[in-house]
């Protein structure tokens, strides 16, 4: 089974709307990391988030840890069709022992 | 199917000494990616092969890492000789051919390689 549960699956939004996608573990985390990975290419860096109820923002998207670090969400506010591409949590469920979400596949329509 | 697969899981060298990491992708997997994590920060990109070629390389760190993929199979990456700033977690991930619509062209990580350098 998953040790990180990332929801949905996929997602389909009209460009312009707001959307949330979870990343959600059994254990307390070490330290929570969000990645998208665009069309044919690897992955992209996109915040870092290790103290319980810290948010982090960068441009228009902002992701929350819980204060139990076991629960985290990605929003993405007014998406746009670049916004698209697939996104993973990665966290340390140990210290520097870091495991994978299955992603979450955005698609932004026009 | 077998998922990613790396060896080894551990690897424990002093400085100086050679270390080569394995990494069998996915069967039918085009596109392979090779990351490394040092020290709790977040991953960071080294290179990307499409079959046996390598497409973007420019995360590699300097010319004590080398990195192959003959055939179009499984990779190694080859650290010669290490430092102490070597040290962290070697990640590989594969992927199907994106130019694929039927394929979903995600990323399929292994568990990692954590090499030490004492």
């Known amino acids: 089974s998953q040790e990180l ?4 699956q996929s997602l389909i939004v009209q460009e312009g709307k707001n959307l949330t996608i979870n990343c959600t573990s059994s ?8 990645y998208k990975q665009k069309y044919g290419e690897g992955l992209i860096f996109l915040m870092m988030l290790q103290k319980g ?3 982090k923002s960068h441009e228009k998207i902002t992701a929350k840890l819980d204060e139990k670090k076991q629960q985290s969400s990605l929003h993405i506010t007014a ?3 670049s916004h698209a591409g697939i996104y993973l949590c ?9 495991r994978f979400g299955a992603g979450t596949r955005l698609t932004v329509k026009p | 199917e077998a998922g990613v697969t790396q060896f080894p899981s551990h690897s424990v060298i002093e400085k100086g000494q050679t270390v080569t990491l394995r990494c069998d992708p996915i069967s039918g997997h085009d596109n392979l990616y090779w ?5 709790g920060k977040e991953i960071k990109f080294l290179l990307h092969f499409v079959k046996e ?6 995360g590699m760190p300097n010319n004590r890492f080398l990195a192959e993929r003959t055939g179009g199979t499984y990779s190694t990456l080859k650290v010669q000789p290490a430092e102490l700033e070597d040290s962290g977690v070697y990640f590989c991930a594969s992927s199907q051919d994106w130019n694929d619509r039927l394929n979903t062209g995600e990323l399929f990580f292994g ?4 090499l030490t350098v004492l």
């Not at chain 1, 254990?27 to 969000?34: D, E, F, R, V």
């Not at chain 2, 990351?35 to 020290?39: A, G």
């Not at chain 2, 070629?53 to 420019?58: A, G, L, R, V």
């Open chain 1, 79 to 81: 998406s746009q069709p």
């Open chain 2, 111 to 114: 568990e990692g390689s954590r």
């Open chain 2, 35 to 39: 990351y490394r994590r040092v020290m």
């Open chain 1, 90 to 98: 990665g966290a340390d469920i140990l210290p520097h022992d870091m």
């Open chain 1, 53 to 55: 109820g810290e948010e």
């Open chain 1, 5 to 8: 549960e990332q929801s949905p």
């Open chain 2, 53 to 58: 070629s390598k497409q973007d390389e420019s």
């Open chain 1, 27 to 34: 254990k307390t985390l070490y330290g929570l990391y969000w």
